[in-house]
């Protein structure tokens, strides 16, 4: 088994009925399906038993979430004879014939990328990108993250603007190619995440590594989304206030310091200034998130108000902070890498502005 396909589900036993079929049809030589179940208790393991027996299944004992259950499920299989690619998979993915061996090809020709991703299309509008991940995603200046194909809420049509292969800031975890070794060598997920964010978080933290991740466009998956949690869940809204900035503390201070190095200054010199920056940049965060949750009270959607009071409340108990001595560290033995590139402007306010523009503007931007 060199490429390792890992779905992993939790209560989704009629997107196992609806998407596996299709997926296991596809598989070239050399490829496998592996389910991950996060201790389903709806009728997903008999459904596996029953339809698919032939499929290889780890069976966790609860609900580690999406960090967990990968983590978990990479720790059963690393040892596994010549496995080289891990890929993670949401159960409400369609694939098409062929999408899988443009994505191979890419990354056995490109060891220096250490992910990568097809274009990801709406199930329900065919031609159209999907909100979880569209051709590639970029992150704001105060961790706002937004795709290529989709800015807030708006999505574009796919008329071919985005089909030449291109490194991006992250790619999204529904469908997303990792080479085993970088996986391993990043201790994979952050556990404390759960769900939502973490790709970008680990996308973030190989790019430091100077890893690229790129999307190759020549392959489309077809993503249903909300499987899970539905969009409008202040669960789903709490983990993302909580890991945007769990996110920036892991990263910030480091991309700074690699900014700073560049410009000539000492590694001593460019951790310092860049862990001010740093914890400037999470109190800012925090403000605007405050505004949110203001907007949020004002507004009568109270539980989303208390969704953002209870993801701060976390992230105070979650975070590590940043020390300078380990950024210190960190610079030191980092010198020359390229810093990853974030998007130097407010996304949010920007695209309000631009409006329909929004798409074209970030096209010859970035």
């Given amino acids: 088994m060199r490429t390792a396909i890992v779905i992993l589900n939790w209560n989704t036993a009629d997107y196992l009925r609806r998407f596996l079929p299709p997926l296991l049809a596809s598989l070239p030589e050399g490829a496998e399906v592996v389910v991950a179940d996060s201790a389903s208790t709806d009728e997903s393991m008999k459904v596996m038993d029953e339809q698919f027996p032939s499929v290889r299944q780890i069976r966790l004992d609860k609900n580690y979430g999406f960090t967990g259950g ?24 369609e694939v098409p014939e062929g999408w899988l061996e443009p994505l191979i090809e890419w990354m056995d020709a490109h060891p220096d990328c250490a992910a990568c991703a097809p274009k990801l299309h709406s199930w329900y509008k065919r031609d159209t990108f999907d909100y979880a991940g569209a051709a590639g995603g970029m992150l704001d200046h105060f961790g ?5 194909g989709r800015v807030l809420k708006k999505v574009e049509k796919d008329s071919g603007q985005y089909d030449s292969t291109h490194e991006v800031f992250w790619a999204t975890g529904a469908c997303l190619v990792m080479r085993k070794s970088a996986y391993s060598e990043m201790g994979g997920l952050d ?24 999307i190759v466009p020549s392959s489309v998956v077809y993503h249903l989304g909300g499987g899970t949690l539905p969009q409008d869940s202040p669960w789903k809204l709490k ?6 900035l769990l996110m920036l503390e892991n990263n910030a201070a480091k991309t700074y310091s690699l900014e700073n190095m560049s410009k000539g200054l000492s590694p001593q010199k460019a ?10 940049l999470i109190f800012i965060r925090k403000c605007l998130d405050g505004c949110s949750a203001a ?17 701060h409340k976390e992230f105070k108990q979650l975070r590590r902070g940043i020390e300078l001595a380990g950024i210190e560290r960190f610079a030191e033995s980092h010198q020359g890498i390229q810093p990853p590139r974030l998007f130097r402007r ?10 329909n523009g929004i798409f074209e503007y970030l096209r010859k931007t970035l």
């Fill in 271 to 280: 951790a310092s200034k860049a862990v001010r920056k740093a914890r400037r």
């Fill in 295 to 311: 907007v949020y009270l004002l507004t009568g959607k109270i539980e989303y108000f208390k969704a953002v009071l209870h993801a």
């Fill in 70 to 93: 990968y983590n978990r499920a990479f720790k059963e299989l690393q040892d596994v004879h010549d496995m080289e690619y891990f890929i993670l998979m949401n159960t409400d993915i």
């Fill in 239 to 244: 983990l993302n206030f909580r890991n945007d």
């Fill in 144 to 148: 706002y993250p937004f795709c290529r």
């Fill in 346 to 355: 407010w996304i949010i306010p920007l695209a309000m502005l631009k409006g």
């Fill in 191 to 214: 556990d404390r995440f759960f769900a939502h964010m973490e790709e970008i978080d680990l996308c973030w933290r190989l790019q430091l590594e100077g890893m690229k991740i790129c």
